[in-house]
């Protein structure tokens, strides 16, 4: 597989979409893919969750 990376910008719902389509295919396709694309999301999200907390507190 090509190693060339290239950045992508979804919404939230968006990458919810992509992820619902990959969950239809079969596991051993796609794991890996599932994993980075949550990995990535979880690090972009982080800092937002962090400071949404901070506001309601």
């Known amino acids: 597989m090509d190693q060339q990376q ?3 910008s979804l919404t ?8 619902d389509a990959l969950g239809r295919l079969p ?3 796609v794991y890996e893919l599932i994993g ?3 990995e990535q999301a979880q690090t ?5 969750l962090a ?3 901070e506001e309601t507190a």
């Open 6 to 8: 290239i950045s992508l």
């Open 12 to 19: 939230v719902a968006e990458a919810n979409a992509v992820l």
């Open 27 to 29: 596991y051993v396709q």
């Open 36 to 38: 980075t694309i949550q």
């Open 44 to 48: 972009q999200l982080r800092p937002n």
């Open 51 to 53: 400071e949404a907390r």
